[in-house]
């Protein structure tokens, strides 16, 4: 009997440390794995930062630019020892890749000393179809844009034969709701397909006003903020009538940055359309006009 209760308490020790051991395994492999998961998460979250901040600049002609701005962000993170690659191409995309090296703690029992972790962020250029904070003006989409070359937009009817000087109603006919769409963009979306109507008259008055406080408001094209970038849905006509064209529809979007403040008797603004990347959505049917949004590709 004694040699039988020796047996079974033996047996019993060998059942605990297994299940011990097991437990130690389980243990490493929670612990362990929430690092690696935990690292993981926030390499992604660095390199899809890097790369969409990149990416507002692949219409600047100058990869050093993107490539600043992507170490600039890393480094913010402290993650500047993991970078791997930036592979950017410009006018289209950048990719970012890093990579970490992970000391484990209870897998090391188990000869698991460490384990490399990489991630990849891609963010991409696509031409803007939905934008929130257009410019009550337009331009045809029939105009071939030389960008940075000089160009008019007429505000008032003068010299124009279809009567339709660029000049949209986007909340209503007033020309208070003109100012302020013009002073801060209109706030509600626009979309390639929206059929919107004209501003009729002569509202030169309005718009210089605005247009000098723009133009005093900043100094750097560069400036993501710079409220002298007015974003411009691009149309087609929709609805004419004799010499007035009473609708157009949307069919892209342009970006067109002030480059001088307007004389008291002048009826146009003065500037230059630019390519731009900024916030907004996709549309695979605009107009490519310049004005691009960036996305994360898979």
Not at 25 to 41: E, H, N, P, Q
Not at 88 to 110: N, R
Not at 172 to 178: E, F, V, W
């Amino acid at each position: 009997m004694s040699d039988f209760l020796k047996k079974q308490t033996g047996d019993a020790l060998v059942l605990v440390s297994l299940s011990f051991v097991g437990l130690l395994a389980m243990a490493g492999l929670v612990i362990d794995g929430g690092t690696l998961y935990m690292t993981k998460a926030h390499l992604q979250k660095v390199a899809n930062a890097a790369a969409l901040s990149g990416a507002q600049e692949l219409t600047s002609e100058d990869e050093t630019r993107v490539q600043r701005i992507v170490d600039d962000i890393i480094a913010y993170h402290d993650e500047s020892p993991s970078l791997e690659y930036v592979n950017i191409t410009l006018d289209k995309s950048v990719a970012v890749g890093l990579e970490k090296h992970v000391e484990l703690v209870f897998s090391s029992l188990f000869g698991f000393n460490t384990v490399d972790v990489d991630v990849r962020g891609t963010a991409r250029l696509g031409v803007m179809g939905r934008a929130i904070g257009a410019a009550p003006l337009g331009i045809n989409e029939s105009i071939a844009l030389d960008y940075g070359t000089e160009y008019k937009l007429k505000v008032d009817s003068d010299e124009v034969d279809t009567g339709n000087f660029g000049v949209l109603a986007l909340e209503g006919p007033g020309a208070n709701t003109y100012e302020d769409n013009l002073r801060y963009g209109f706030q509600e979306e626009l979309k390639v397909g929206d059929v919107v109507d004209t501003q009729t008259g002569n509202i030169a008055g309005k718009t210089i006003s605005v247009i000098d406080e723009l133009v005093n408001s900043c100094n750097d094209i560069n400036d993501r903020d710079c409220r002298r970038i007015l974003l411009v849905p691009v149309y087609r006509p929709y609805q004419q009538d004799t010499n007035q064209m009473k609708q157009i529809e949307i069919t892209g979007f342009a970006y067109f940055y002030i480059t001088e403040p307007m004389a008291h008797n002048d009826t146009a603004i003065t500037g230059k359309f630019i390519e731009r990347a900024d916030t907004g959505f996709e549309d695979l049917n605009a107009a490519v006009k310049g004005a691009y949004t960036i996305r994360l590709a898979e």
